[in-house]
């Protein structure tokens, strides 16, 4: 992991910012600081908490958080605070730091989740592959939900392979973990966990009962166990509160009900 994290930061010494990061990193700072998730909330905190704490902490000034006119607005003040109101070199600097630190743990994560399911050599190959890869190599330092929603998904569903064959907790909490901070990361990780619970569904109906405490019942309360702790993991990245600011009213860029209504899909609008 050292040896591709050099090669990741010489690979990408020239890179400026890409299109969001400076959106994501404003938003990051303003969860850290204020526990306040009005910015960008389409994007789940994770990835934003872990850079902005750090950003937050070794100095960040952020402009007092105003009411928004939709998107552009939005991503305008969180522009000029990063490009304008502070060296923007500095951060995109400890920036970087903050995203090989993670992304880092999350390779080593999923490299102990293919050992635990499928041995040490298709763990170190697995590890290997994506060190050499240029794309992963390009996406290690940039403050973005891609990777590590990856990286975590990966270790989800190959921690659910091992999970769903033999039932035991300690697998079935590793999976549970894992999809959790998946779905604190980005929104396409449902995706995800409907895979996940339908497999192990099935897996609970088919796969033959060899011991009293793996009754199909049991099972499924296993199976429901994986959904609540993964569901509690990304609500816990929220603080375990629902409104997206401390305010005790709706603040969104517009009004949630104004958002819903841009939908022509009666269906969808119930949904």
Sequence with gaps: MAGAIVRSAIATRLD??????AYHIDAGVSYAR????????EHPPMVKLWVGSLISATGFHLSSIRPFADKADERDFTEQDVYFNNDFNSVQRRARMAMWTLNGLLLVLLAFAVRRTLGPG???????FLAIDPTVAGHLPVVMTDLPVSLLCAAAVVLAIRAFRHWDWKDLLACSAALGLALATKHSAPIFLIFVVLIGAALALVLPVSRPENSRLFRFVKLLAVVVGALVILWGFYFFRFAESNTGREVFNRSLANK????????????
């Excluded at 400026?16 to 990061?21: H, R, S």
């Design 16 to 21: 400026g910012f890409t299109i969001d990061e």
């Design 34 to 41: 204020y526990a306040d998730f009005r910015i960008n909330p």
């Design 122 to 128: 298709v763990a170190l190959g697995t590890l290997l």
């Design 260 to 271: 819903i209504a841009d939908v022509h899909s009666p269906a969808y609008r119930f949904g």
